[in-house]
């Protein structure tokens, strides 16, 4: 036996001892830190391979964690917005009002919204577009009438849009009447008739659809949904079980494309984040809200105390299920920090890539 073998093995039982002491002092958060995690990474006899992922801290068969991540949201769908609300102090309403008022929605739009069973993020962002398409109805009939009441003709130097011709500009596209969704044409070929005037078609309302893979999310969505008076009978809402890694939607599909506090637990972030590009239309634009690393000395031992020791307690009397909240919040310390993830993003093909750290 060689002498470094020998101070391998030394080196390992050491780690052990100090690993087993430090849970016999309630400090086991403080084990399942980065840096320990590693290290028994280190002298693993089940190295990671490539068959295996990350559930929380534990490598799991990378085919079991979908299941696994199942379970989880499965037992905590029905407490899961009043413990956002609980854990997040409410500060994840202001997380997800940034995140819309990004987004910039605009009349016509169709947006995906992925790993949003329970609909917070959809409704938000429905309402966004309903509120631009009543703006954009009012503004058009305030301008297209003459002082006689009369229908105004359009212009001929008017911009029209072809079916098919998106804008590849997300600016541009806000600010678009059509958004490259309805055409303007008359019966002799393009040309105003003279001393008559053809009116446009109505522009078709824009839509949401909610995808998540765990139907019992799902559910708690659909319900939410039929209890608000305003998004009710709203055919523009729609939710769709499916995989965001094999999303079940044809190429090209939607202007935009939101998730939020779902990417970490998605089996294969790169398929996921290919998928994205491949359903967005040319110019879409892909905005992610996740939680990543805490950069400020101080903060971070604070927020790490609390995520250990104050969440999986707050599950435990709440959702009834400590160990599901054990694993969101192991899960974050697994998730990249915020240039790494951006590189992954523009990796998958996506260009102007950028972030903004929140709180």
């Known amino acids: 036996m060689s002498r470094r073998t020998v101070d391998v093995r030394i080196f390992k039982g050491l780690c052990n001892i100090f690993i087993e002491q430090s849970?016999?002092?309630?400090?086991?958060?403080?084990i399942r830190g980065p840096e320990c995690f590693w290290l028994k990474r280190l002298f693993s006899t089940n190295p990671d391979d490539g068959a295996n992922v990350d559930f929380g801290f534990r490598q799991v068969p990378r085919d079991a964690k979908a299941s696994m991540v199942g379970q989880v949201f499965s037992s905590v769908a029905s407490s899961y917005d009043i413990m956002n609300d609980l854990m997040s102090g409410g500060l994840h309403r202001l997380w997800k009002d940034r995140l819309v008022e990004s987004l910039r929605p605009f009349p016509g739009q169709e947006h995906l919204d992925v790993a949003g069973g329970t609909g917070d993020v959809a409704f938000r962002v429905l309402r966004a577009i309903r509120a631009a398409e009543i703006e954009e109805r009012i503004t058009a009939a305030a301008s297209g009438r003459t002082s006689s009441g009369g229908q105004r003709p359009p212009s001929p130097s008017s911009p029209s849009t072809a079916p098919g011709n998106n804008t590849t500009d997300a600016n541009a596209a806000s600010t678009s009447s059509n958004s490259g969704r309805t055409t303007t044409s008359s019966s002799n070929g393009g040309r105003m008739a003279a001393g008559r005037s053809?009116?446009?078609?109505?522009?078709?309302?824009g839509r949401v659809v909610v995808c998540d893979i765990?139907?019992?999310?799902?559910?708690?969505?659909?319900?939410?949904?039929a209890a608000l008076s305003d998004l009710a009978g709203d055919s523009g809402l729609s939710f769709v079980e499916g995989n965001a890694e094999v999303l079940p939607f044809p190429d090209e599909s939607f202007d935009s494309y939101t998730?939020?506090?779902?990417?970490?637990?998605?089996t294969d972030r790169r398929a996921a984040l290919r998928e994205a590009l491949r359903v967005l239309k040319p110019g879409g634009r892909f905005m992610c809200l996740e939680f990543s690393q805490v950069t400020q000395p101080g903060l971070r031992e604070l927020y790490d105390m609390y995520s250990f020791t104050v969440i999986p307690r707050i599950g435990g009397l709440v959702a009834n299920d400590s160990a599901s909240y054990q694993y969101l919040v192991e899960s974050i310390r697994k998730f990249p920090d915020q240039e790494?993830?951006?590189?992954?993003?523009?990796?998958?093909?996506?260009?102007?890539?950028?972030?903004?750290?929140?709180?």
Do not use: S, W
């Open 23 to 30: 849970r016999r002092q309630n400090i086991g958060h403080q």
């Open 198 to 205: 053809t009116a446009p078609p109505p522009p078709v309302p």
């Open 214 to 225: 765990n139907p019992e999310m799902l559910r708690v969505g659909q319900q939410k949904a």
């Open 259 to 266: 998730i939020a506090f779902g990417i970490r637990n998605v």
């Open 340 to 359: 790494t993830f951006a590189r992954l993003v523009e990796e998958a093909g996506f260009r102007a890539v950028t972030y903004e750290t929140l709180t």
